[in-house]
């Protein structure tokens, strides 16, 4: 029963992580470092891997000595490279998941391929703002009649539910933030993340997340670090008073704000 519900949430995450991109690095028997081929294929994926963000690692034995001794040895695989990607300075989420699978999963036949971790990694897409589209996107904000503490007048920037995932109209709220930052140098912000829905804090509770995603968007585009900071504040500040009446409400809640922390 056991193996059964295991393997059960073994394909689970499987069909989860299908649509992230993995990196899978091999071992040779009892070792806990890469080997010679795998360390080759990872400068290879370093240099062709630019932009990434680390979400989970998975580590895996075969089937020789103790179910023991396994478990401990896949941690060790996973530790490992987890230090290799640190060195690095390949980007680490910070909600990075580490699972240690031991010999417990469906091994292949050829034991050479279950001596192995899965990186699974998505990339972090820069905004590419066009001539034409910062133009036609870009509303004329007055940062200079606000005062700190101020919420920039910018649209809403939204996410899909239970998700950091932007909404695909929110790019043009996005191009307008990042103009208005490379026009004023001097002024710095905070990045509020908002959810729906929820009235208690909870595992759901993605509002950090999401900040975050924005800062990394700005960061990728060119905006120094030193004049971001990101903030999450769940369903404590909605703009829709929860339970929200409708779809729209919801999605208008799922929201990033802009306050003006320097100028």
Known sequence: ???????????????????????????????????????KEFSNWLENSKDIEILNIHGYCDSV?????????????????????????????ENLKLSSFGEDFV????????????????????????????????IEVEVNKSEVGDLLKLENINFF???????PESKPALVELLSVLMKNKNVEIEIQGHICCQTKEGKYDVSLARAKKIYDILV?????????????????????LLPEKNEEERIANRRVEIMIVKK
Do not use: C, W
Request: without cysteine; charged residues 30%.
């Open 1 to 39: 029963m056991r193996i059964k519900q295991f393997l059960i949430l073994f394909f689970l995450n499987t069909m989860i992580l299908s649509a992230q991109d993995r990196l899978v690095l091999f071992f040779d028997f009892n070792k806990d470092v890469i080997n010679e081929k795998s360390n």
């Open 65 to 93: 000595d103790t179910n023991l001794y396994n478990k401990d040895l896949s941690i060790r695989r996973v530790n490992n490279v987890l230090s290799l990607l640190e060195l690095n300075k390949v980007q680490i989420n």
């Open 107 to 138: 091994q292949s036949k050829i034991q050479s391929e279950n001596r192995k971790v899965e990186v699974f990694f998505k990339t972090i897409l820069p905004i590419e703002i066009k001539k034409e589209e910062s133009k036609k996107a870009v």
């Open 161 to 167: 539910n239970l998700s950091d995932i932007l909404l």
């Open 220 to 240: 990728k585009n060119g905006i120094e670090k030193e004049r971001l900071s990101y903030n999450g504040f769940g369903s404590t500040r909605p703009i829709y």
